[in-house]
């Protein structure tokens, strides 16, 4: 097995950390998008929260389905689509955020 998949599977375990916290703190602003009724956003939190944690199970069953069958393409997938997730959060997060600051 190639030495770089080994670095790509471990930078894909701390790229889903990465993608986890700041889904959990991107949660309560996801829900401002929702409504402002503080019943409907507190249930929106937590879902978002219960969905985030499959979310997190999928992204890690793939990433070890890609480095322990050796398939570096679905690595290199997975990597993709963390890095996509986590710059789609940071700017939704950001633009609520900006948002309710005016």
Request: with cysteine; glycine share 4%; charged share 20%.
């Amino acid at each position: 097995m190639d030495q770089h998949l080994t670095y790509i599977f471990a930078a894909n375990i701390f790229l889903t950390f990465i993608d986890a916290t700041v889904g959990y703190y991107a949660a309560p602003a996801v829900a401002l998008l929702v409504g402002t009724d503080e019943e409907e956003v507190g249930r929106t939190v937590l879902s978002v929260r219960r969905l985030l944690s499959w979310v997190v199970t999928l992204y890690m069953f793939f990433n070890c389905l890609a480095y322990f069958d050796n398939r570096e393409w679905l690595l290199y997938f997975t990597s993709a689509v963390l890095a996509v997730d986590i710059t789609a959060q940071l700017l939704l997060f950001r633009k609520v955020i900006g948002r309710r600051g005016r």
